[in-house]
């Protein structure tokens, strides 16, 4: 069974920090995504990354894949109050099984 | 991208009773995907759900606790039966988009069983 560690679960921290959110696993995956979920919503897609090494920038968002393409990262830059939610990664199976598997989330909360 | 829309949005359930609750999406879909997400938990993953044929569950999930109709393209419910507090979640129903595993989302549906 591939399992998804995100790390830390719960994050509170003052607008304008920095912070650092961790999706790691021993299993290879073909890609991976970052998913954002606000109270009373359904998760939202922010990001998909595909190549081992990769990193997107979604404005003050930046994205990692790991090179063994295993882990990812979530780095996000001066955050704001409109940053708060659930952060979620998933994983695509390697060998195509059209099934993603979650990480824990990290709960984020940014206070003004 | 997909709209999906889910109903209800949410409900409060007496032990025993069972509740059907309703997806549709804007546009025409082969897989679609019931996931349970437990209070302050994340995703798991229920069942897959094919038009023209059974649902595909879960390890730990059942046809006749989740039973799941899919009679076209647009449209699947998913049956809560025999509740109990336990089965207090958010049901959540998605789709894929893109052609590349991207998963688009229902706002889900609050279900409280007393």
């Known amino acids: 069974t591939q399992l998804l560690e995100q790390s830390p679960q719960f994050l509170s921290i003052q607008e304008g920090e920095n912070l650092t959110v961790y999706c790691n696993s021993s299993?290879?995956?073909?890609?991976l995504q970052w998913y954002r979920q606000e109270p009373g919503e359904g998760p939202v897609l922010l990001v998909t990354v595909v190549t081992g090494g990769e990193v997107k920038k979604l404005k003050r968002l930046t994205f990692q894949f790991g090179d063994a393409r295993k882990d990812s990262s979530l780095h996000i830059t001066a955050a704001q109050p409109g940053d708060t939610g659930l952060y979620l990664c998933a994983g695509e199976d390697e060998r195509g099984a059209q099934k993603l598997v979650f990480g824990q989330g990290t709960r984020l909360t940014i206070n003004p | 991208s997909a709209v999906i829309s889910q109903k209800p949005s949410r409900d409060i359930c007496q032990r025993g009773t069972s509740l059907t609750i309703q997806c549709q999406v804007d546009?025409?879909?082969?897989?679609m995907f019931w996931y349970r997400q437990q209070p302050g938990q994340s995703l798991t993953l229920i069942a897959t759900a094919n038009q023209g044929s059974e649902a595909t569950y879960e390890s730990g999930f059942v046809i006749d606790k989740f039973p799941i109709s899919r009679p076209n393209l647009t449209f699947s419910t998913l049956t809560v039966s025999n509740m109990s507090p336990e089965d207090s979640s958010i049901y959540l129903c998605s789709v894929e988009g893109g052609g590349t595993g991207e998963l688009f989302f229902g706002e889900g549906s609050r279900l409280t069983v007393l």
């Open positions: 299993s290879v995956f073909s890609s």
């Open positions: 546009s025409q879909v082969t897989m």
